[in-house]
Every structure is written in structure tokens, then in C-alpha cells.
């Protein structure tokens, strides 16, 4: 007896319930072996499964077979196959997935080819079978029904007749179930149908090689010649018979089990009676078959071709007719395919459940399937690793620990189906590559995965050619992302794939390079570095990775990049030359690096001063190339064979654990993710519409990684968060020759990740190379002009100058210098002198960071660099001669100077001012008419004074109550004691009042006696307050002295664009020979003539007439006057006016100068930094502030700022017409009234509006 584990008691009872029937009741079972050696053949270990059960048969109780229990006792045995105990034995199953596909057969079309033939009425081809587990498959002993094992003997004619009549049914059941299905069982059952002893016989299969060379030989020693010679004619015949008609392939090797059985024996046994032949006829409606033709047989008839095996003996034998074993004259047409390079590979089992209590041919219920492609790199041998790959990881899955929740493999069979992509490269015309190409990957799609249904494809690729891989790569996701088929990718040459929103990248990207690349120069204090690129796919995304990397990191570490070189040709190189840089990070493949490197050595920027760090493109296979130069670092990752099987795993998890997570979701129940696309449908679904939704599942997982690793996780667009790589570095090897040696780790996961090693530097050095360019020394030409370059003696005993004083700068002329001492000479001012200023400070900062020394030299001539005669002088001939290397000081930018020199950016913008004195000046005589402006004083003279004079007259005169109404108007108003009626309240007096009450004067005046009118005159009392209140406030602004000066409007004002035109003339001028001289004389003619008389030497001189009074203004360089005015302690200067031709000051070099570039990046840091804004601040600011000092003139109060005050009286005017109706009314209806109740109560006279409005009327006592 054997026990086996691979056997449960559970499985054991469910074997005998479906062998039995639901009531027998399992007593005890043991294990021994089928046979002596357990085996058959290469499939595995056979044993025989004897139990002993209790059933409810009656009639054996009464014989005595029962336990004592009442129940009859059975003894039954069944065949079980499991896996052979020898390793390598059960390597080569599990490589060849032949345990796997024989379970799948058994457990899910089994079932349904027993039902059809039970339909059909055809005999029984197979046995039953009760259990099918890739550990355990438990089948009917046909030994029971008169079976008995052969081993080691010949066939005779009549059990070869059983074999294929049995091949035949089998082969007619699947037609049959086909035919009713709708679809060809190897789309339905991908698993199960895999062909590999004929199909992959020049590939895979090679290893069977081995057995037909051994049956030559068998041939040859028994006489057999004309055998053993036609042996690998019959083969190759064979081959091509079966490979292009899938059913007939399915014929020939009808249960993988039987043919692996036999393996080369079964041609053995073929070939005593098979030779070629030619020609035949007959047979089977169509189908393939062996027919007898004399003493021959045929294999493989079809309907447009034939093809005979003949051989001696005198059976005939015909295969695939169904007349002979079937009773029928009918075959159907065969229909299932295969693919030479891909193999179907099932992750999962699930156990079949029964479909009734009891059944003799077992399961017949179908799981449901998911299915995954995986396409990987074709290599002989290869799908045993890859296979080996995947069992490994599902068998790690469906006893995981670290995700016990996984119910996945529960409820579902999930498909491999691998396809082995080969790349070849060819001396082909690009266009016909690129159709071959494209053609083959649209096929691959079609054929292998879209037929599955596929719900995503794993693409691990380490092709690292970076031309017609990365092409063929490119083209195969985007079609899968056109086809909403999500991609879980690892490939080696992924820095030159475009981003798909469907496409998960294992691999370390682009940006992890350029992050390690990055770290590495931060390590080594490399601030400055250029990138070398060529033509390569992907090499703009590198640039722009490296330039966002530089950005993240501005706030820990400063970088600059320098250069960026597209290379094509050697002179593209050139820029390197003139550039600063000493580090190169360099992107392309390795031909091509080593094409820009050869280059780089001829132009001497390689070598001990020279650092080249390079992507993973350059090392690829660690194979340096004869131009790479020692000291070389590299950043790399495995793409080897191995390490691609290893990533498998985690591609096969990451899909896992996405389905895993999307069936969990309960908002995803009822969705499919069977994509039912198809390449020849055209009416169908063209995108699968889920992969979108199954692809964000896909993206969130969290996969467990090796100890010490974060788990894999993907970021928004779909690159792997975590990466590890690899530092490596080019030194010699034992043999003296360069080899590549890692020499550290760079992990993007922690915040110090890089751990270098030490380090073989350029040129063998042990020490790195600075980084930077070697101290060069740069001779300077300057002008003096405060405040960007001040001149100071040095002092007399040392000669040294004061950290205040800035540095040594020579004034003299070298020729006068070259016998004298230097020290001597620094000590005696007319020879040297000490620069300051804020040029100066500028210099210093730049000599700091890029290590140079210089001189300063003041130019011969002492002029800026005008055209003179047709030539330049000054500053610009210098440059233009080459006998400087550099100008700075305040040298303004313009077109005529960029023609023959270049400037830099400018550091410092500028333009033409205009700076005149403040004088003190006397009172005007109209000083008091000054706070109102004409039209005020018009408005209040001749409209104000007289509409109150007009509208008082009026209403006194209107008034019933006032002087001069008659008795005509019907109101009794008795006679003013003391006056004549001739008296009148005249114009004349109205004028009188109203200058007396607007002036305030304590004079008579004759006030009216109506209500109305007097009400007026208040009004206008009134607006006199205000008037004298505003007039009083503001007189006092314009009876002061005030300081007067040329307020200018700027260079184009008409006083000094046309001198003459204004008398007195205005005295004005500049400095010749400078910038703003030549703008002039340019662009104002007329005042560039007339200005010469007044040009001074020098600014200071300018500005000394202007304060003398013998010039009124001086036009010069705007920045330099308003420093110069804010130096004046008196604050007597002032510059007005808007600046003219605005411009900027640079640094000049001569043309194609090589620092040119280094001083311009420079510039732009401080710009962007506030180092120029700084020195601004601190070389711009005097103790005198114009803008504050000057005590600017009143202006007159306008018409607008005085509106309101004859708002006040037309409002009053208004009110008064509106009383004066009010008092005609009262005097009409009211008065009478209110005389007689006043008469009644002298207490309510003295409240009586009749003697507020009747003040002369007599009152009776």
C-alpha cells in the first residue's frame, strides 16, 4: 500500500459518490501501483485507487457481502495519475504544460464530448473520470471492462485498428460538439488544445529530435535502410501535413495523453509499414484519412490535394473515415488552429462540480474564464521558463499569506496565452521593414489575443535595440490602447516609448534615470552640466525630464544646465568647446555613443577633466564599445532573460490583484471582462468600452515586493513609483581592457538612495574631476562713471586698497609700465588706482563662482566707442582690435555696437535724461488772484454776483410784503411810519448789499423787507462764507517764494528740439563721443548742432555748470544722473522729464567670444535671484531725494473743485421762488384770519406770522 498525499479522503468520497451514487458510504481506500514501474510513459506516476464503499443493493446483503450493518459492501478500483516524484521529470511536465491541459480536457470538455456521443449513439472512446486536479486526476480502470496494458511489444493489425478507431471517435465527437456550439473548441478551451509534438517540431519540440535519431539508428542496425532513410522525409511530410489543417492535427494526436503516451514509438510502430507514395483517391466525404490503395496506406486525403504513405503489410487501415466506425457517411469539416509561438497556459483550476448525483463520464459544467495575453521574446526553450515563471507565481497566489482574501481563483479559470514575438534585424529598405513589421504585430493581436478575448496583455520585452524594437513596441501598445486593452508592460527600451493612457510601465523609466543621473552630480557638488543627445527615440523627453528634475530640486541643490546638444554630426560638438561644462549626461544608443564620444575625443572634451554619465541606452548589455573612456558612469538596470521571467511574476500579480479588487467592487457586478473584439467583425464593438474602468483598478493595486522594497505601485501616469538601479562605472578589467563594474545602488524610494562605492575616475584618477573649467585668466577694459566704476587713490604706504576702495586697476598705458615695478607702480595713483563701484562688485561675484582671474585695464583714449571717421575708438575698438577680452562698465547696448561686438543680457536698464537746477524766485504781483483760476473769477464776477443781485431784486419787488408794491394789488398794507411813498428798495442798493455781504464790509446797507428777498440774501451770505473760506486757505500756498526750475517734458521738448524758437535761448549739452551723443546728432539735428558749444569732457563737469547756473540743462545717461543728483548734498539738482531711447547696459566681448555664454547664464541667475536688484539698491541710493525735497507750486483751485458753491445758491434760488409763491398765498387767503385771532391774544402775536412777514404795521395797545 502507498499513501499519497496528493489524495485526500474528501476527494476519495467524492469519486466514489460520483462513480456510485449519492447513498454509498466510504469504508476505507488504499494506494498501490498501476503497474511494476508506476508509469506508461514520460506523463507521469500511475496508481491504482481500490476502495471499499457501502451501498443499498439487497440482493449482495443476502450473498454475505455486506459489513455487518445491513448495507452491502463494494469493492470498486480506479486508475490515478499524478505527478512523478523525480524533479526533472516534473519540470518537464510543468514546462510543457501536459498534466495541465490533460486536467483541463478531462474537467471541462470531456464532460461535454461523453454527453454528445451519448446523443449521437457513437461507442465509447475514453474512460470516465471522477476527479481532475493538476495534483490528482482519477479515472474509470477500463482493465474492468477486458482492457490489459501493452508494453515494450508491436501493435498487430487488430489493436492498431482499435487505437484509430478510437482516435476516430474522439475526433468525430469533437466535430460534432463543435458544430453545435457555433464555435471552434480551441476559442472556447484555449487551455486544452495545445499541439506540441508535431507542430513545434522546428522549434520547442526540437528536443524529440533526440528519439528520431535513435529510431535511424534502430532502423539501420535491423536492415531497415529504405526506413531509416525515408524516417525525417516522413516527419517533415507529417509536419506539413498536419500543420496547416488544425483537425486533422487533432486526429493525429487526439488526446495529448495518447500521443505524449507513445511519444517516438508511436512512429515506430508506423514505420515497418510506411513508406512514401504518391497519388491516391478516395475516402470519407472530404475528410483526412488512411486509405488502403493495394498494399499501402493513405494518410491525409484532403479535397484539393492528396498525399500517400505507402509501405508494406496487408492491413489496410483508413484513418478519419466515419463510414466504417461511426455508421455514417458524413465528416464534418475540421476547424480548430493553433499558433506556432504561442502557448495557452492556465493560472487557475476550479474543481468540477457534478452536474447530476451520478454520472459515468463525470463533470460536464463550464467555469467561467478570464483570459490574459502575454508576449515576451521568442528564444528556443523559451516558454519552459516562461511557463515555469507563471506556475511558480500562481501557485505562490493561491497560498499567499500576505493577501489571505484573495478569493479570485474561487470562482474563476484565468487564461495565459503567450506569444513569442521575435525580433530580426535586417538589411531591409525601412519602408518594406517597418509594412513587415506592422503587419506581423496587427496579425499577432488578431490572432493571439483578440480570438481569447483577452482583458489585458502582459508585454515584457528586453530588446534593447532602440530602433525597429522600440517601432514595433510603440506600434503594439498603441494599438492596444486604441483597443481599450489595458497593458501591464516591462520593457528594457521603454525611455523611448511614447506615454499611453492605458499602459502600465514595470520598468524604470526615463525619469528615474535622469533622477539618478541627477544625484550623482549632487553628490559630487556638479552644479553646471550639459546634456548630449542624439537622434534617438525619446531623446526630447529626456531633456525635458532632466530640466523638470533640475527644477524639483532648485531649493535643495542648484543646478544648471549649461548645453543642450542634438547630435548628428561632429561640429554639433562644438558648442561643448566653448561651453563651461566639464559634466555631460549623455542619451542614445550604444553605436551611436560610441560615434559621439569618438568625436568628443578628437575635440579633446574627454579625458581626466571631463565627467560623461550615461543612460542605461549607452550600457545595455554591459559591452563597452572601443571609443568609451575610462571614468565613465553609467545608471543601469537587468534586462537579462532571467531578470525578464522574474518581472512575470509581478506582471501576473498586478493583474491578480486588479481583478481581484474590480470583482469586489460591488458597482462592477454584472460587467464582463471578456472584450469580445474581434479584427473581422466590422460591425462590431471597434474599442472595448470597460478597459478604461477595469484599467484604474489595474493602477491602484498594491503589489508586494522583496523584503526591504516598497510595495509596487504606479503613479497617475502609470510609471512605476519605486525603482532601483544600478551605478555603474567603466574601469579596467583583469585583463587591462574596460569593462563596465557596478559600484553602487541608487533607490528613488529613500532620501539619500545613492550608495557609490569608490570610483575609477577619467584618466585613471582616484579623485573626481572639479566639475568646473580650470582658472583662466580674462583681461577687463573699463571708463570710469560713477556709480557702476569709481576712481580712488590707493594708499600711499602700501599701496593696497581698502575693502572699501575695491581693487587694483591700471589707468596708465601699458608701454608706460613695462620697465617699472609692479608694487612701485601700485602705489603711485597716476599709474594705478582703486576701482569700486558697483561693475566691481559684479566682477567679484563672478570671479567667485567661476574661478577666473583678471586685470583691469582703463582704455587708452578714454572714450565709450563711437564711429569715428569710419572707425571705432574707445572701449568698442578694443574689443573690435581683440586686444580685450571683456568691457565692463556702464556701456549702453545699441545697433550700431551689436554689429561688431556681442553683449550680454543686460544687467541694468537705462535711457537719456535731462537733469536742471532748482532757483529760488520772488513773489508774483498777481500772487492774490492766483488761488482761483480765470474761469472761477469770471463765474463768481459776472454770473454769481449778479443772478443774487437779480433774484433779490426780483422777489423783494414780486414780494406782496416788500418795498414798491402798490395799492393795485388788492392788499391793505398800511405806510411805514418815517417814509415817503416815493421811497423805493432800488437796483443800485441791491448791488450795495450784495458786494457789502460778500466782502464782509461793516458798512449801511438797506435790507429788503420781504420774506422772500430776505431769504435770498442769506442765501447769498452764504456762498460768501464759502467763497472767502476757500480764497483764504489757498492765498496763503501762492504768497510764499518758491523754487522754479525747466520743467521739461523730455529730450523732444520743443525748447530744446528748437533751440532758437525760444528766447531767452536755453543753454544745454552733453558729452561728446558717447552713446547719447550719437543718439542726438542721429535723431535731432538741430539740437545737436546747437548744443556743441556747451558739450563738457565729463559728467562731472556737466553737472558742475548746471549748479554754476552756465548751463540750464545737461542731457546725459538716466541711471547716471539720478545717482549723481542724489549724491548732491544741497539737493540742488533735479532731472525731469520722461527718459529718451530707452536701452540697457552689457557686458561686451568680442565676436564669438567663449565666455560669452558662461557671463550671460550668470547674468540670468542674478536676475532671477535678486543679486542685481540688490546691488541696485545699495550703489542708486543718496541722501538726497528729489522726488521728496522739492516743494512743488500750488495750481488754482479749477471751476470743477468750486462747483459746489454755486450749487448751494442756484439750489437757494429755487427754494426762494418756491417761498415766494407761499407768500403771495398766505397774504391772500391766510392774513386776515390770522390778524383777528392775533387781536384775541397778544400772547399768539407774538408767534403771529402776519407780524413776522408786516414788521411796520401799527399795533393797538
Not at 229 to 251: D, K, S
Not at 637 to 657: C, P, R
Not at 727 to 754: C, F, H
Not at 1238 to 1247: D, G, Q, W
Request: proline share 4%; glycine share 8%.
Amino acid at each position: 500500500m502507498h499513501n499519497l498525499k496528493m489524495i485526500e479522503f474528501e476527494d476519495v468520497e467524492r469519486v466514489v459518490e460520483r462513480a456510485v451514487g449519492p447513498k454509498a458510504r466510504l469504508l476505507a481506500h488504499r494506494v498501490e501501483p498501476f503497474t511494476k514501474s508506476r508509469q506508461f510513459g514520460i506523463m507521469g506516476e500511475h496508481y491504482e485507487l481500490a476502495v471499499e464503499v457501502n451501498v443499498g443493493d439487497e440482493e449482495e446483503e443476502e450473498e454475505g457481502q455486506g459489513d455487518g450493518s445491513g448495507r452491502p459492501v463494494r469493492s470498486l478500483k480506479f486508475f490515478l495519475k499524478t505527478p512523478p516524484e523525480s524533479a526533472a521529470l516534473r519540470d518537464t511536465l510543468v514546462d510543457d504544460w501536459v498534466s495541465h491541459e490533460e486536467v483541463h480536457f478531462f474537467a471541462q470538455i470531456h464532460p461535454l464530448l461523453v454527453q454528445e456521443c451519448r446523443e449521437r449513439g457513437i461507442e465509447r472512446w475514453s474512460p470516465a473520470c471522477y476527479l481532475a486536479r493538476p495534483e490528482a486526476l482519477v479515472l474509470e480502470d477500463l482493465r474492468s471492462q477486458g482492457y490489459a496494458v501493452r508494453r515494450n511489444r508491436i501493435f498487430g493489425g487488430d489493436e492498431l485498428k482499435a487505437v484509430l478507431a478510437s482516435l476516430a471517435r474522439f475526433h468525430a465527437s469533437s466535430l460534432l460538439l463543435q458544430r453545435r456550439l457555433g464555435r471552434p473548441l480551441n476559442e472556447l478551451f484555449p487551455a486544452a488544445f495545445r499541439e506540441k509534438t508535431f507542430t513545434e517540431l522546428g522549434k520547442g519540440g526540437r528536443s524529440n529530435r533526440l528519439g528520431f535519431e535513435t529510431m535511424r539508428c534502430l532502423a539501420e542496425r535491423l536492415g531497415l535502410t529504405d526506413g531509416a532513410r525515408m524516417l525525417p522525409r516522413i516527419l517533415a511530410r507529417l509536419c506539413e501535413l498536419v500543420e496547416p489543417r488544425a483537425g486533422l492535427r487533432r486526429a493525429l494526436g487526439a488526446a495529448e495523453a495518447m500521443v505524449r503516451l507513445q511519444g517516438p514509438l508511436w512512429l515506430w510502430l508506423l514505420l515497418p509499414a510506411v513508406s512514401l507514395g504518391g497519388g491516391g483517391g478516395g475516402g470519407g466525404g472530404g475528410g483526412g484519412g488512411v486509405q488502403r490503395v493495394g498494399s499501402s496506406i493513405k494518410i491525409g486525403k484532403s479535397e484539393r490535394s492528396s498525399s500517400t504513405l505507402t509501405g508494406r503489410g496487408s492491413s489496410s487501415i483508413k484513418i478519419g473515415e466515419a463510414a466504417k466506425f461511426l455508421n455514417s457517411t458524413r465528416v464534418l469539416r475540421p476547424a480548430l488552429s493553433t499558433s506556432m509561438t504561442s502557448t495557452s497556459i492556465p493560472l487557475a483550476y476550479a474543481s468540477p462540480q457534478p452536474e447530476s448525483a451520478s454520472s459515468e463520464y463525470g463533470n460536464s459544467n463550464v467555469t467561467k474564464m478570464l483570459k490574459v495575453g502575454l508576449a515576451v521574446p521568442y528564444k528556443s526553450f523559451g516558454y519552459r521558463e516562461y511557463t515555469r515563471a507563471v506556475s511558480r507565481v500562481v501557485t505562490a497566489l493561491q497560498k499567499s499569506t500576505k493577501r489571505p482574501n484573495l478569493g479570485l481563483f474561487q470562482h474563476y479559470d484565468i487564461f495565459v496565452k503567450v506569444a513569442m514575438q521575435e525580433l530580426t534585424p535586417s538589411p531591409m529598405k525601412a519602408c518594406l521593414l517597418a509594412c513587415l513589421l506592422h503587419a506581423d504585430i496587427l496579425n499577432s493581436l488578431c490572432k493571439e489575443f483578440l480570438s481569447l478575448n483577452v482583458s489585458a496583455i502582459l508585454y515584457l520585452m528586453n530588446y534593447e535595440q532602440y530602433g525597429r524594437s522600440t517601432a514595433s513596441a510603440q506600434y503594439f501598445l498603441q494599438l492596444a490602447g486604441y483597443l481599450g486593452i489595458p497593458v501591464i508592460a516591462w520593457n528594457a527600451d521603454n525611455s523611448g516609448l511614447e506615454r499611453s493612457s492605458l499602459h502600465l510601465q514595470l520598468a524604470p523609466s526615463i525619469e528615474h534615470q535622469t533622477a539618478a543621473m541627477l544625484s550623482i552630480l549632487e553628490r559630487y557638488k556638479w552644479h553646471q552640466f550639459s546634456v548630449v543627445t542624439s537622434q534617438i527615440a525619446g531623446h526630447d523627453d529626456f531633456v525635458q525630464a532632466v530640466r523638470e528634475r533640475v527644477s524639483e530640486t532648485q531649493e535643495r541643490f542648484k543646478f544648471t544646465l549649461l548645453n543642450a546638444v542634438l547630435w548628428t554630426k561632429t561640429k554639433d560638438l562644438m558648442e561643448l568647446i566653448n561651453s563651461e561644462s566639464r559634466v555631460m549626461l549623455l542619451y542614445s544608443t550604444r553605436e551611436e555613443a560610441n560615434s559621439i564620444l569618438r568625436d568628443a575625443h578628437e575635440l579633446k572634451i574627454t579625458g581626466e577633466n571631463y565627467v560623461w554619465v550615461v543612460t542605461q541606452s549607452v550600457v545595455e548589455n554591459l559591452q563597452p564599445r572601443h571609443h568609451f573612456p575610462v571614468g565613465m558612469i553609467g545608471v543601469h538596470f537587468d534586462t537579462s532573460s532571467s531578470s525578464l521571467v522574474n518581472e512575470i511574476a509581478t506582471a501576473i500579480k498586478v493583474y491578480a490583484y486588479g481583478v481581484e479588487d474590480f470583482v469586489n467592487d460591488p458597482s462592477n457586478y454584472g460587467i464582463s471582462l471578456n472584450t469580445q473584439l474581434s479584427c473581422d467583425d466590422l460591425e462590431g464593438e471597434s474599442r472595448w468600452s470597460t478597459g478604461e474602468h477595469f484599467f484604474k483598478y489595474l493602477k491602484n493595486v498594491s503589489v508586494e515586493a522583496e523584503y526591504g522594497k516598497p510595495h509596487v505601485q504606479f503613479t497617475q501616469d502609470g510609471l512605476l513609483k519605486s525603482a532601483e538601479l544600478k551605478i555603474m562605472n567603466l574601469r579596467p578589467g583583469a585583463s587591462m581592457q574596460l569593462v563596465w563594474e557596478e559600484i553602487g545602488t541608487w533607490k528613488s524610494w529613500e532620501k539619500d538612495g545613492l550608495d557609490i562605492k569608490d570610483i575609477v575616475w577619467p584618466g585613471n584618477m582616484h579623485t573626481p574631476p572639479q566639475g568646473v573649467p580650470e582658472k583662466f585668466h580674462v583681461k577687463i577694459t573699463f571708463l570710469e562713471e560713477p556709480p557702476y566704476i569709481n576712481l580712488a587713490p590707493p594708499d600711499p604706504v602700501s599701496g593696497k586698497c581698502l575693502m572699501e576702495r575695491g581693487v587694483h586697476c591700471r589707468v596708465a598705458k601699458e608701454s608706460d609700465l613695462q620697465e617699472a615695478d609692479l608694487q612701485t607702480a601700485q602705489r603711485n595713483g597716476s599709474s594705478y588706482q582703486c576701482c569700486s563701484g558697483f561693475c566691481i562688485d559684479l566682477l567679484q561675484k563672478f570671479s567667485e563662482e567661476m574661478g577666473f582671474t583678471y586685470e583691469l585695464v582703463r582704455v587708452e583714449d578714454g572714450k565709450w566707442g563711437t564711429l569715428e571717421n569710419g572707425k571705432w575708438n574707445g572701449l568698442i575698438a578694443d574689443l573690435v582690435n581683440r586686444k580685450t577680452d571683456m568691457v565692463m562698465t556702464s556701456l549702453k547696448i545699441n545697433s550700431e555696437r551689436e554689429a561688431v561686438v556681442d553683449f550680454t543680457v543686460p544687467f541694468m536698464e537705462t535711457g537719456t535724461a535731462i537733469v536742471v537746477a532748482k532757483r529760488t524766485g520772488i513773489i508774483s504781483p498777481t500772487a492774490f488772484l492766483e488761488p482761483f483760476d480765470t474761469a472761477s473769477w469770471m463765474l463768481v464776477g459776472f454770473v454769481a454776483i449778479h443772478s443774487a443781485t437779480f433774484m433779490i431784486f426780483l422777489f423783494e419787488w414780486l414780494s406782496p410784503s416788500g418795498f414798491g408794491i402798490n395799492d393795485s394789488s388788492g392788499y391793505s398794507n398800511r405806510k411805514p411810519a418815517g417814509r415817503s411813498l416815493r421811497h423805493r428798495f432800488s437796483l443800485c442798493r441791491v448791488y450795495w448789499l450784495v458786494w457789502a455781504v460778500l466782502f464782509q464790509a461793516a458798512v449801511h446797507v438797506d435790507s429788503p423787507r420781504g420774506f422772500t428777498a430776505r431769504f435770498m440774501t442769506n442765501v447769498w451770505a452764504m456762498f460768501a462764507v464759502v467763497f472767502l473760506a476757500i480764497y483764504t486757505a489757498n492765498l496763503a500756498a501762492f504768497m510764499i517764494t518758491r523754487e522754479e526750475f525747466f520743467d521739461f517734458s523730455g529730450v523732444d521738448d520743443h525748447r530744446l528740439a528748437r533751440p532758437t524758437s525760444h528766447k531767452p535761448m536755453i543753454k544745454f549739452g552733453t558729452v561728446p563721443w558717447t552713446h547719447t551723443d550719437s543718439t542726438l546728432g542721429k535723431y535731432f539735428r538741430e539740437m545737436y548742432a546747437y548744443m556743441k558749444n556747451y558739450n563738457k569732457n565729463s559728467v562731472a563737469e556737466g553737472i558742475e555748470a548746471v549748479i554754476n547756473g552756465d548751463l540750464d540743462a545737461f542731457i546725459y545717461d538716466g541711471t547716471v544722473l539720478d545717482y549723481l543728483v542724489s549724491q548732491d548734498e544741497d539737493c540742488r539738482l533735479l532731472t525731469v522729464g520722461s527718459w529718451y531711447a530707452m536701452t540697457g547696459y552689457g557686458l561686451a566681448f568680442p565676436r564669438n567670444s567663449r565666455f560669452l555664454k558662461m557671463f550671460n547664464q550668470r547674468l540670468l541667475d542674478y536676475r532671477d535671484n535678486g543679486d542685481l536688484e540688490r546691488l541696485r539698491r545699495y550703489w542708486m541710493t543718496g541722501t538726497c531725494r528729489p522726488d521728496k525735497e522739492v516743494q512743488k507750486s500750488s495750481d488754482p483751485l479749477a471751476l470743477e473743485q468750486f462747483l459746489s458753491a454755486f450749487l448751494m445758491l442756484m439750489v437757494g434760488i429755487l427754494i426762494a421762488a418756491i417761498l415766494l409763491l407761499l407768500e403771495h398765498i398766505y397774504f391772500k387767503y391766510i392774513r386776515q384770519h390770522l390778524a383777528k385771532d392775533s387781536r384775541a391774544s397778544k400772547c399768539c402775536a407774538l408767534l403771529s406770522v402776519r407780524e413776522m412777514l408786516n414788521p411796520e404795521m401799527d399795533v393797538k395797545t
